[in-house]
Nanobody, 125 residues
Framework: QLQLVESGGGLVQPGGSLRLSCAASGFTLDHYAIGWFRQAPGKEREGVSCIVGRGGSTNYVDSVRGRFTIARDDAKNTVFLQMNSLTPEDTAVYYC??????????????????WGQGTQVTVSS
């Protein structure tokens, strides 16, 4: 029943923007933290950002801080990742995931139990 579905990926030129969505079903976001992760070909999956379900506390890794913004829409049970000033280094499959955290969050893989199938983001000219 617990399900996460990512959308919004695509091809964008360097310097462009994309907005990813993570739609949750089978649970409500107020009981979970939602994290965004990404995996480039041949590389390990790495954390990007996360947001808690109560209070809206967020975290970002240094490589995206100031360029990416994570937000939630409780009415739609959806979390967004606004990505600006994209570079080729941002090319990856982006995944959202849920963890049973409410107060704070860290985008660390092992904390997250439920994962979506990913959406491809390609930054290229």
């Amino acid at each position: 029943q617990l399900q996460l579905v990512e959308s919004g990926g695509g091809l964008v030129q360097p310097g462009g923007s994309l907005r990813l969505s993570c739609a949750a079903s089978g649970f409500t976001l107020d009981h979970y933290a939602i994290g965004w992760f990404r995996q480039a070909p041949g590389k390990e999956r790495e954390g990007v950002s996360c947001i808690v379900g109560r209070g809206g506390s967020t975290n970002y890794v240094d490589s995206v801080r100031g360029r990416f913004t994570i937000a939630r829409d409780d009415a739609k049970n959806t979390v967004f990742l606004q990505m600006n000033s994209l570079t080729p280094e941002d090319t990856a499959v982006y995944y959202c995931a849920a963890a049973p955290l409410r107060a704070i969050c860290i985008p660390m893989r092992d904390l997250y139990e439920y994962w979506g199938q990913g959406t491809q983001v390609t930054v290229s000219s």
